[in-house]
Nanobody, 124 residues
Framework: QVQLVESGGGLVQAGGSLRLSCAASGDTFSSYAMYWCRQAPGKEREFVAA????????HYADSVKGRFTISRDNAKNTVYLQMNSLKPEDTAVYYC?????????????????WGQGTQVTVSS
């Protein structure tokens, strides 16, 4: 089992940047593929980005491709989401998640472990 704690959320103007971090503890971090998902008020949780256990492969939702970058540091047990050119429609609670299928990443929110989320608000 792995515990996940997100940080780095906040309020930013449109066009700005934020970097989210997710610190993992418990099980071996490199045993998991890692995901970022988000949930806006009144909407379902949606996939944002994913990265395989080694960091060798990444996958993004079309809505963030070219603006967001997911990365991980297995030595620090941490996954990151660099968010650039933020838009008001990016406003949501952002969740970090871990999936035991560390080799295959896909556009999914059916994942094994979740953090508590961090709020990102983008003002226009």
């Amino acid at each position: 089992q792995v515990q996940l704690v997100e940080s780095g959320g906040g309020l930013v103007q449109a066009g700005g940047s934020l970097r989210l971090s997710c610190a993992a503890s418990g099980d071996t971090f490199s045993s998991y593929a890692m995901y970022w998902c988000r949930q806006a008020p009144g909407k379902e949780r949606e996939f944002v980005a994913a990265i395989t256990w080694s960091g060798g492969s990444t996958h993004y939702a079309d809505s963030v491709k070219g603006r967001f970058t997911i990365s991980r540091d297995n030595a620090k047990n941490t996954v990151y989401l660099q968010m650039n050119s933020l838009k008001p429609e990016d406003t949501a609670v952002y969740y970090c998640a871990a999936d035991r299928n560390r080799w295959v990443i896909r556009s999914s929110t059916s994942l094994d472990y979740w953090g508590q989320g961090t709020q990102v608000t983008v003002s226009s």
